[in-house]
């Protein structure tokens, strides 16, 4: 059985081309949007590897400033189970006045050592023969790192060791 013809066969096929045109203005202009999808794509993944070149950057400059940090106590030393003998505010402000044009000279000699002083007889006393040592500072001193209360300190190497 053929088809019926229908009389508004010109009007349908009119109606089905403004059809067409118009789904393909939209397939146009989703395919642009498509495009500017992708270009942003992109660029988002170009983002994403600077954003990860730069964390890594951040990560060695991190590192570099620690080892800067550090590097000014290279040859830092910690000693610690000294026996030394603690000045008091009174005894080291009687050792450094002038009392009576003596200038605190009542107080043994013992007493008058900075723990800085006694540190470096100790470093003197203990050092090998023929070997030489600078001038170390002590930058301060405390409670060690153990369970019980030690006196400790942090030298500073002036001159080598040998």
């Not at 270009?39 to 800067?68: C, P, W, Y």
């Not at 006694?118 to 500072?137: A, D, E």
């Amino acid at each position: 059985m053929a088809p019926k013809k229908s009389a508004n066969l010109p009007d349908e096929v009119e109606e089905i081309k403004k059809s067409l045109d118009f789904l393909s203005a939209e397939i146009k202009t989703v395919a642009a949007q498509q495009n500017k999808i992708m270009e942003l794509m992109g660029e988002i993944q170009s983002l994403k590897i600077q954003n990860i070149e730069k964390d890594k950057k951040i990560t060695f400059l991190e590192n570099r400033v620690a080892d800067l940090e550090q590097y000014t106590r290279m040859n830092d030393l910690i000693i610690s189970g000294l026996k030394t003998r603690h000045r008091s505010y009174a005894r080291a402000a009687a050792a450094s006045e002038d009392t009576a044009g003596r200038g605190g000279a009542d107080a043994p000699e013992v007493d008058r050592e900075s723990l800085e002083q006694q540190v470096h007889m100790w470093m003197l006393q203990s050092r090998q023969p023929g070997s030489s040592t600078g001038v170390c500072m002590l930058q301060r001193a405390g409670k060690g790192p153990g369970t019980q209360w030690q006196p400790w300190g942090i030298l500073h190497h002036t001159a080598p060791w040998i």
